[in-house]
T-cell receptor, first 116, second 114 residues
């Protein structure tokens, strides 16, 4: 069965600093990988996804992630964090189910605090 | 931009009562999902639904749970006899159904079972 580990429960960075959120996955086949962000009272918003091809994926809000098969990792990065990036970030792996859909298995999330 | 909506935002119920959580997926989407997140734990897959039937369900999704698309717009999750451990945030999601389509999530319904 697939699983996702986000080793950091809570990260605090200063505004303008760079950010890297770690994600490791376990899945027997080629994974579909996702990063979602959740602000308080909001749903889960997709930041970026990896299905195949270029292992460096660009997303919204200036985020990027790199798929490293050898390390089973899909870390999320941003060169300069803004106060509005404070939220909870979830990494997920998609496993194909019946038909063309897939189910998502999430990590426990990393809460990002941004100091002014 | 179209979005998934869920009602109510917060539902409080007594143990043993039936609850229905409602979702309105994005209108041209074909796949529908329910996930839940118990406080402090991971978001967990419950069920996926396509063409008016369940595509896949997790071991959490036992006989106490059911899903329905009663009309062309709503997608519901029913819990027949709620237990304390059903207290969680329930997220609805939908996707167009192609291989690489994004699942769009609603804001969630917080269910509290007393």
């Amino acid at each position: 069965a697939q699983s996702v580990t986000q080793p950091d429960i809570h990260i605090t960075v200063s505004e303008g600093a760079s950010l890297e959120l770690r994600c490791n996955y376990s899945y027997g086949a080629t994974p579909y990988l996702f990063w979602y962000v959740q602000s308080p009272g909001q749903g889960l918003q997709l930041l970026l996804k990896y299905f195949s091809g270029d292992t460096l994926v660009q997303g919204i809000k200036g985020f990027e992630a790199e798929f490293k098969r050898s390390q089973s990792s899909f870390n999320l990065r941003k060169p300069s964090v803004h106060w509005s990036d404070a939220a909870e970030y979830f990494c997920a792996v998609g496993a194909r189910g019946g038909g063309s859909n897939y189910k998502l298995t999430f990590g426990k999330g990393t809460l990002l605090t941004v100091n002014p | 931009e179209p979005e998934v909506t869920q009602t109510p935002s917060h539902q409080v119920t007594q143990m043993g009562q039936e609850v229905i959580l409602r979702c309105v997926p994005i209108s041209n989407h074909l796949y529908f999902y329910w996930y839940r997140q118990i406080l402090g734990q991971k978001v967990e897959f419950l069920v996926s639904f396509y063409n008016n039937e369940i595509s896949e369900k997790s071991e959490i999704f036992d006989d106490q749970f059911s899903v329905e698309r009663p009309d062309g717009s709503n997608f519901t999750l029913k819990i027949r006899s709620t237990k304390l451990e059903d207290s969680a945030m329930y997220f609805c999601a939908s996707s167009q159904g192609l291989d690489t389509d994004t699942q769009y999530f609603g804001p969630g319904t917080r269910l509290t079972v007393l």
